[in-house]
């Protein structure tokens, strides 16, 4: 199984400021990774597929980069609406597995 | 509008049985691989079974081998999770997810979530 860690665990930041999330694979995921946001009562919502494509519809203030073990989810200034729960998934081998996710918080 | 709505979900004894079901609409069902992913209270996504679009291939996490399966009828546009022998760790919401490509891939569409609770 292919264990995913993201760091930091919580990121306090202020709204117009930049947060930049880490997600690392114990093997390589090659592109193979997306990121989700998750709100508290709402199920994940897909921003990244394959490392660095936006998915329909998210701002151009999220992006990702990376491949191999190591990936980026960059909110370049945030809005009052991104404080939430990001994770990470690889699907280049079964089990899918999800990063435990990092926590953007109001500072 | 693509859309995926589940159902079924319930407080089940330890031992017991349920069967969720996933209604999809705006878009066609058939062509795509879809997934079951749980959330236990205040826990991480776990990516519990996934099914391809004629139900030919299916995978489970070890967590639940043996125990779940899944199916899908692409007449009615609806997948389905038979839960078996069911445990106090199973205890979660349920979401079912369709992936972005025909071919699999990321998530892009989520349910809502039916919560199942195994208590007795």
């Known amino acids: 199984e292919i264990v995913l860690t993201q760091s930091p665990a919580t990121l306090s930041l202020s709204p117009g400021e930049r947060a930049t999330l880490t997600c690392r694979a114990s093997?390589?995921?090659?592109?193979?990774l997306g990121w989700y946001q998750q709100k508290p009562g709402q199920a994940p919502r897909l921003l990244i597929y394959?490392?660095?494509q936006r998915a329909p519809g998210i701002p151009a203030r999220f992006s990702g980069s990376g491949s191999g073990t190591d990936f980026t989810l960059t909110i370049s200034t945030l809005e009052a609406e991104d404080f939430a729960v990001y994770y990470c998934?690889?699907?280049?081998?079964?089990?899918?597995?999800f990063g435990p996710g990092t926590k953007v918080e109001i500072k | 509008e693509m859309q995926l709505v589940e159902s079924g979900g319930g407080l089940v004894q330890p031992g017991g049985s349920l069967r969720l079901s996933c209604a999809a609409s705006?878009?066609?069902?058939?062509?795509?691989?879809m997934y079951w992913v749980r959330q236990a209270p205040g826990e991480g996504l776990v990516c519990v079974s996934l099914?391809?679009?004629?139900?030919?291939?299916?995978k489970f996490a070890d967590s639940v081998k043996g125990r779940f399966t899944v199916s899908r009828d692409n007449a009615k546009n609806t997948l389905y999770l038979q839960m078996n022998s069911l445990r106090a760790e199973d205890t979660a919401i349920y979401y079912c997810?369709?992936?972005?490509?025909?071919?699999?891939?990321?998530?892009?569409?989520w349910g809502q979530g039916t919560m199942v609770t195994v208590s007795s």
């Open positions: 705006g878009f066609t069902f058939s062509n795509y691989w």
């Open positions: 099914i391809n679009p004629d139900g030919a291939i299916t």
């Open positions: 998934q690889q699907r280049t081998v079964w089990p899918r597995t």
């Open positions: 093997q390589s995921v090659s592109r193979h």
């Open positions: 394959d490392a660095s």
């Open positions: 997810a369709k992936s972005i490509v025909m071919s699999g891939g990321d998530l892009d569409v």
